[in-house]
């Protein structure tokens, strides 16, 4: 909303509008900052990339930076206190790594979590590539061709399916089973089938136990 809409909204002029809004103080509070801090960017003005910083349990937003450069993150954090600072316990970001060495410095008594988000992004973009992969090595007209084109979101759901949808957890079950035996008999690459056999894994028990041992091998 611009200052000319609001002058026609309230009927005064934009100058006055203009000079209210001067007169408003956004004042943060730099004393205190939540246990748990969220980390993340996103893309603004033509792809930029910009920071924002959350409390993690209540996602109440502690600041948006209109850039993601160490520097300018730095000079945020530091305007507050040391004791504020080391009263953060946890800090999670995503895998790039880029921010852990800035976390390190700022927050020295925090943990740092990759976001859970952001592992089950990784595992589904890694399925995806995977999933192709597969299909090109097949003829249209074969099974694991149909299965995996046609089927992949099914394959990849959750095994965990309530009674009343009994039919589909047994299609669910019967195509993992179709497709696994064929990926097995006519992939050569251990990789492969070791990966999807870890998703399936993940996808049943809701878990990313197994991620420091599936990200080795993707």
Do not use: C
């Not at 930029?48 to 450069?69: E, S």
């Not at 740092?112 to 090595?137: C, E, G, N, Y």
């Not at 759901?157 to 696994?180: D, G, M, W």
């Amino acid at each position: 909303m611009t200052n000319s809409d609001i002058s026609e909204m309230v009927h005064v002029s934009v100058s006055s509008v203009q000079r209210k809004l001067a007169q408003f103080t956004f004042k943060e509070d730099f004393s205190k900052l939540p246990e748990v801090l969220s980390w993340d960017e996103f893309s603004r003005n033509k792809g930029k990339l910009a920071f924002i910083a959350q409390d993690y349990h209540t996602r109440k937003i502690i600041t948006v930076l209109d850039n993601n450069r160490q520097t300018t993150i730095k000079n945020y954090f530091y305007k507050y206190s040391s004791e504020a600072r080391n009263a953060v316990k946890v800090v999670t970001v995503d895998m790039s790594g880029a921010y852990i060495p800035i976390i390190k410095q700022l927050f020295q008594k925090a943990q740092i979590i990759l976001d859970r988000f952001h592992i089950i992004q990784h595992l589904s973009r890694a399925m995806m590539t995977t999933r192709i992969a597969i299909v090109k090595q097949f003829d249209k007209q074969e099974l694991p061709y149909r299965l995996m084109k046609n089927h992949w979101r099914l394959l990849a759901a959750n095994s965990l399916i309530t009674s009343f949808i009994h039919a589909r957890y047994v299609k669910l079950e019967r195509l993992k089973k179709s497709l696994k035996k064929h990926l097995n008999s006519q992939i050569s690459s251990d990789t492969t089938t070791t990966f999807i056999s870890s998703y399936f894994s993940i996808s049943k028990k809701r878990t990313v136990n197994t991620f420091s041992h599936l990200s080795k091998i993707t």
